[in-house]
């Protein structure tokens, strides 16, 4: 299988789509990785859709990404004696560490990190921002709030603070625990919530090491204070937008959505943009057009990956709207002003051997007509670089390792194949031949692109761009014999 664009597409599995033949038709309709949401189901649950993903894998031939999205702290209210109750702006509300049950005047909040971390003035949003309170008197146990926007607070609705750093890990204990089993189960991907500072990632990556990548989900404006860093840090980022547009005023997540995409871009990270992307499709078989805008207005800015949540785990048409995405995606890149934006927003290169390299391709790409470039990496490092030039010809990323061609699934424009660790560049660009007419990329006559490390089989070592011409090989024959002089 093989995908007509550059853009990828992640879907969230649950009730509606976590059958094996649901994953096999959202796999088809466009799904190029697949999440596991640990906040919902249990360890037996996603085993079992795990599984189901590696059979339909199996199936297709084709590589499929799986990403294990970690819970992350959730900060929220506890009890009230009759479920709920009204509060009026203007007046007090008292949160404290009393686990007696909440009324109009009163509720416990059983979070002592919160009141460690209250100033003066702060703003605690509760319910996704629809009540908010003011603090004028705290103490390590308690706060006086004046309820600035008012109505029904009811139990366990969630807290956030976005004026105040958190000294908490993101790492609760339920988070530890199903870190260790999504890694068990083999996950390519791992996001991590709650990421307020650049030590968060060391922690992460300190539990998972090599076993799978890693990435931030960046929705708190914490994190954005120190975004450079957290990327650099990262294998790859979400722009998580829903707690990001709680947390800071809404006008406010579109610029920093932007400034986001650039900073992945310039690391040559992949960047997922995230949440209520095609959020009426939960039950409408049809996007409306201002979520159609947002998707676009995504990939005309460069993202690696769009994602559906709800739309595809609890909506009523996830294949419909995993087609929508699609269909989306390949309209917008069809435009040439997609090019156009691509080519004016391009980073610059980095000072290394790697960065000068993909940045060749780069330009090779856009003098010759190439049927496809190509990236011989290990550990998928050439083929994020070479993604991150945003070449108009397919990247086909070429590794020995199923692990790192599960992860370049949800890298832009990466069409990951299995192939044997090279030895030399005459069985190098034999292969690359054999591979672009094997898979429909070129034709006899057509130019191809190759970057690769040397010496062979050694990570992070991109140093080689090759230009050829595809040439048909004798019984046995190079394809250096039969080539115009290549460099």
Not at 17 to 42: M, Q
Not at 74 to 100: H, I, N, Q, W
Not at 203 to 227: C, F, Q, W
Request: hydrophobic share 40%; glycine share 8%.
């Amino acid at each position: 299988m093989r995908r007509r664009r550059h853009a990828k597409i992640i879907g969230t599995l649950g009730p509606s789509s976590n059958s094996r033949e649901t994953i096999a038709k959202l796999h088809k309709a466009g799904i190029d990785v697949f999440r596991l949401n640990f906040s919902h189901g249990t360890h037996e649950d996603h085993a079992r859709t795990h599984g189901f993903i590696r059979e339909v894998e199996k199936e297709c031939g084709r590589p499929i990404g799986i990403l294990a999205d970690l819970q992350g702290p959730k900060l929220r209210v506890g009890l009230f004696a009759d479920g709920s109750a009204e509060l009026v702006p203007g007046e007090r509300f008292v949160l404290d560490m009393d686990e007696t049950p909440g009324d109009a005047n009163r509720a416990p909040l059983m979070h002592p990190e919160i009141f460690a971390a209250l100033t003066d003035g702060a703003q605690l949003l509760v319910n996704d921002g629809k009540i908010r309170l003011k603090v004028i008197e705290f103490d390590e146990r308690s706060a006086v709030t004046e309820v600035m926007v008012g109505g029904t607070i009811s139990s366990h609705k969630g807290v956030n603070v976005p004026d105040l750093y958190l000294p908490i890990s993101p790492l609760t204990e339920k988070d530890r625990r199903d870190l260790t089993y999504a890694l068990s189960l083999g996950v390519d991907w791992v996001a991590i919530s709650f990421v307020q500072r650049p030590s968060d990632m060391t922690e992460l990556r300190d539990l998972v090491g090599t076993s799978a990548a890693i990435m931030a989900k960046l929705e708190k404006p914490a994190a954005i204070e120190h975004l450079d860093d957290i990327v650099q840090l990262s294998d790859g980022v979400m722009v998580a937008r829903g707690d990001l547009g709680v947390e800071m005023p809404q006008e406010k997540v579109p610029v920093v959505q932007k400034r986001i995409v650039r900073s992945a871009r310039q690391e040559g990270k992949p960047v997922v943009v995230a949440t209520q992307m095609l959020e009426s499709m939960i039950h409408s078989p049809v996007p409306t057009r201002a979520e159609s805008s947002d998707v676009a207005t995504a990939v005309y800015d460069g993202a690696d990956t769009v994602m559906l949540s709800a739309e595809t785990a609890a909506g009523s048409f996830p294949v419909e709207a995993a087609t929508a995405m699609n269909r989306i995606i390949t309209e917008v890149e069809r435009d040439p002003y997609y090019r156009e934006t691509l080519r004016a927003s391009a980073p610059a290169p980095g000072n290394s051997a790697a960065d000068a390299i993909s940045s060749s391709l780069g330009h090779v790409a856009t003098v010759l007509p190439l049927a496809a470039t190509f990236t011989y990496t290990e550990s998928g490092f050439s083929a994020f670089r070479a993604a991150r030039e945003r070449p108009e010809a397919p990247v086909i990323g070429c590794t020995p390792h199923m692990f790192t061609a599960r992860r370049l699934a949800l890298v832009w424009g990466v069409h990951a194949v299995i192939s044997e660790t090279m030895t030399s560049i005459d069985q190098m660009v034999d292969d690359a031949i054999n591979i672009t007419l094997r898979e429909g990329f070129g034709e006899m006559g057509m130019i191809i692109a190759i970057t690769a490390g040397m010496p062979f089989g050694r990570a992070g070592t991109t140093n080689l761009l090759r230009v050829t011409r595809l040439k048909e090989l004798p019984p046995g024959g190079s394809a250096e014999l039969y080539l115009g002089q290549s460099g």
